[in-house]
C-alpha cells in the first residue's frame, strides 16, 4: 500500500499511525499491570511482607502499595487490602503518609510523589 500511497494518502496513514499508538500505548500499560501484579503475587508466595516486624515491613507494605497504585490508579482501602493481604489497621497506617493522597476514586499517589 506504502509504494501506491500518494500525497493524498496522507492524513489515512497518519491516522492509521495514531490508532497503532494508541494502541501500543495499552499494551504497555497492560504489561506494567501485569508485571506489578506478578510482584505483588511473588510477595505473597515467598511471604516477604509477612512475618516481618518493624519499620523493614512497613517500607516493604507501603512500596507494594505504592506500585499497585502506580499501575492500577486510584483504589478504594478495600481493593488495596485484598490485593496486597495488609490489615486493615496496618494499611490505615500506611496511607496516611505523604507518598498517598485521598482521591475521588479512593487511594492515589500524591502529586508531589508522582
Known sequence: MLRA???DDLP???????????QIEQLKNERSSLVSAKKLID?????????RRGGKQKEERREAVYKLLSSSGPLAAGA???????????????????WFERTPEGWGIAKKKR
Not at 12 to 22: G, K, S, T, V, Y
Not at 80 to 98: A, F, V, Y
Open 5 to 7: 500511497a500518494g500525497a
Open 80 to 98: 488495596i487490602q485484598e490485593q496486597t493481604d495488609i490489615p486493615k489497621g496496618s494499611l490505615t497506617s500506611l496511607l496516611n503518609h505523604e
Open 12 to 22: 489515512l496513514l497518519d491516522e492509521e499511525i495514531a490508532e497503532l499508538d494508541r
Open 43 to 51: 510477595i505473597k508466595l515467598h511471604g516477604s511482607l509477612i512475618g
